[in-house]
């Protein structure tokens, strides 16, 4: 192999260059840089092994940017990076944190959109494309050449992609649509087009049922999607084509993991002897964790997302009707493949179909069932429609299930800050936020039993719950809490947590935590209890929210006697979120002591925050003891 190749790659001009060998060259060091990078920083890297030869081919063919890509989620958007000026952030260990995970504009001229969500890039191909030929038809001339959307076989089951093939085939013009073919979603691929697909690989593309040719879809097939020169002759074929085109090529997700592991433990290829990532159908391939954080104990994801299945296994045979639903992800909340497999019918994978996974979840409901649909707070952003019509307006009994939900260092594409909002301001949503695993569990027990309610979204606990429960040693197995816990509530009756809980008494100063900020709100407290030199100890009422959809109209008004100052916490968009709506209580309150209570209101901003680390968020936010005690002791001594 020719050394030095890839860092001597700065722009695709520079891969143009290249030799057939030195380009076959190229694939080895890249997918041999890729497998470095993940052991040591992690990433999407299963996705990016996949399509080496296939992006290494389209920057040996097409002249980005005039020739526009648009990776669908972007997950496989690596070795665009690397060949497009930023190998060094790959290369370089000191320089890893410098290009995010997805493609940003940002970054690199030679990056269209901001993407982290399925199933987009066909459509913004098209519009893309449209705008190029209005250009073409009113000046003769665009600055767009062909337009390229590179979309997985899992992406694929997101609606969306289905509008954009439809809208595609009908607008015409010059349109690339690659549609990598793995074999895999996250988990394995579920829906019945997949066999279709399968039929279309093993008759080498002639299968008589082709679903893009269905829609109106001229179309190719490359057996060999991991071969550098078969698709370097196959693009140079579409290239300048006057008509959308999708070239189906089959390739081999994680290639260049060692298998042998695999091949000793006699894997079945799904996963189930070796929980590592390797080469062909392993759900492991999603995300790889670097090998310095192998080991480590389950994150609050997880672990609160298997006490909820353990809690919810213990009913299925007496409970036919209870059903989870995971729109692809199933393991990153906890969802494991044994639970899965022991589950049976009561588990459902719909694929990448959030919208679809909520409108079936109505469905179970109206039907008589208990559905639960768990994903997370960045994935149902793209159920608001059915939420709001197909679940809410019809007060059908569906829980679900928020993962990931509240600030964090995410990438901007993966947000949980902005769910409250969202869930909160739609009517008959029940929307709770335990701060415990037992409340979880409580919770959990009354959305899923016989009470008559609509839907009910549990915003799962996060990292500080779950420090928190481990430094008091409550975290112990996951699955043995549920099975030793019994509903401390009515599960048949109202529901039990729309009243706020008075965890401590005091005066003077109220303190309102809402899920994940009761540790924060706890420290304030016993902050605001310590003599100091300049402030006198205070004792103020400590409240658990516990639910932000209504108001505790009663407890808010009793706290208005004795209480000069309330102060709200929240990890979530202050504005328009559920702190606001405290504040807006008391200045609307009839009642004199309550329309003169001061309230103060701590949680994140409206932007977007890529990457930012949660300790400098929280002091971005104010969301620090010390940041919340002296605004405290300032409005006392106004």
């Known amino acids: 192999m020719t050394a030095g190749i890839l860092s001597s790659i700065h722009t695709p001009a ?9 380009l076959r060259d190229l694939c080895l060091e890249i997918r041999a ?85 399925t199933g987009t890039s066909i459509s913004l191909a098209c519009g893309l494309a449209k705008t190029r030929d209005m250009q073409r038809g009113a000046a003769g001339e665009s600055t767009i050449g062909n337009v390229i959307a590179i979309i997985g076989d899992g992406s694929l089951s997101s609606a969306i992609a289905f509008e954009g093939l439809n809208n595609a085939a009908e607008q015409g013009g010059n349109l690339i649509i690659i549609v990598n073919d793995n074999e895999m979603s996250i988990a394995e691929d579920f829906g019945g087009m997949y066999g279709q697909l399968a039929k279309l690989r093993t008759s080498n593309g002639m299968a008589e049922l082709n679903l893009f040719k269905a829609f109106g879809l001229d179309y190719r097939y490359v057996e060999q999607g991991n071969d550098v020169d078969a698709l370097v002759e196959v693009l140079n074929e579409v290239k300048d084509i006057d008509h959308p085109i999708v070239v189906h090529i089959h390739t081999t997700k994680g290639l260049g993991f060692n298998d042998e592991t695999e091949a000793d433990n006699g894997s079945d290829g799904c996963n189930q002897t070796n929980p590592q990532p390797h080469a062909g159908q ?15 104990p389950l994150d609050a994801r997880k672990y609160y997302g298997e006490m909820a299945m353990a809690s919810l296994e213990r009913r299925f045979d007496n409970e036919p009707g209870l059903v989870v639903i995971s729109p692809a992800t199933p393991g990153s909340n906890g969802i494991t493949r044994d639970f899965r497999e022991r589950a049976g019918a009561h588990y459902v994978d719909t694929g990448i179909t959030e919208e679809h996974a909520a409108a079936f979840a109505a469905g179970i409901a109206r039907a008589g069932g208990r559905p639960v649909l768990a994903t997370s707070a960045t994935f149902f952003q793209r159920t608001f429609d059915q939420l709001q019509q197909e679940l809410a307006l019809n007060h059908v009994p569906a829980t679900l299930l928020i993962f990931g939900a509240g600030i964090s260092g995410a990438d901007n594409t993966h947000s949980g800050t902005f769910d409250m909002t969202m869930f909160a301001n739609v009517p008959d949503v029940t929307c709770l936020a335990p701060a415990s695993g037992e409340q979880m569990l409580d919770m959990l027990a009354w959305a899923t039993g016989p009470s008559d309610h609509g839907v009910v979204a549990i915003r799962m606990p996060g990292e500080q719950i779950l420090s928190l429960e481990r430094a008091t040693d409550m975290a112990f197995d996951p699955l043995q809490r549920a099975e030793e816990h019994d509903p401390a509530v009515n599960i048949a009756g109202e529901c039990p947590f729309s009243r706020y809980q008075i965890v401590q008494p005091g005066k003077d100063v109220a303190i309102l935590g809402l899920g994940n900020t009761m540790p924060l709100a706890a420290e304030v407290t016993s902050t605001l209890a310590e003599d100091d030199e300049t402030h006198a100890a205070i004792t103020a009422t400590l409240v658990d929210a516990l639910q932000y959809s209504t108001m505790d109209a009663e407890l808010l008004t009793m706290l208005a006697d004795g209480h000069r100052l309330v102060v709200t916490l929240e990890d979530g968009q202050l504005e328009g979120g559920w702190g606001e709506k405290v504040t807006a209580f008391y200045a609307n309150s009839n009642n004199a002591k309550a329309s003169h209570v001061r309230v103060l209101n701590f949680g994140a901003s409206k932007e977007f925050t890529d990457r930012v680390p949660l300790d400098e968020l929280n002091e971005r936010y104010g969301l620090t003891a010390a940041t919340i005690v002296s605004r405290i002791h300032g409005i006392l001594n106004e």
């Not at 520079?14 to 030799?19: E, G, K, N, Q, T």
Request: hydrophobic share 35%; aromatic share 10%.
């Open 33 to 117: 840089t890729l497998l470095d990078y993940g052991k040591q920083h992690g990433g999407h890297i299963g996705s990016n092994l996949g399509v080496v030869e296939l992006t290494v081919a389209l920057h040996r063919v097409f002249d980005s940017p005039r020739d526009r890509f648009i990776f669908d989620v972007s997950h496989q958007s690596y070795v665009h990076k690397m060949l497009t000026g930023r190998a060094e952030a790959y290369l370089d260990q000191s320089r890893f944190d410098e290009v995010t995970g997805f493609t940003n504009p940002l970054e690199s001229e030679h990056d269209s959109f901001v993407l982290g969500h």
């Open 14 to 22: 520079d891969v143009h260059a290249l030799s057939a060998q030195q």
């Open 282 to 296: 392993c759900e492991a391939n999603h995300w790889q964790d670097p090998e310095a954080s192998l080991g480590k």
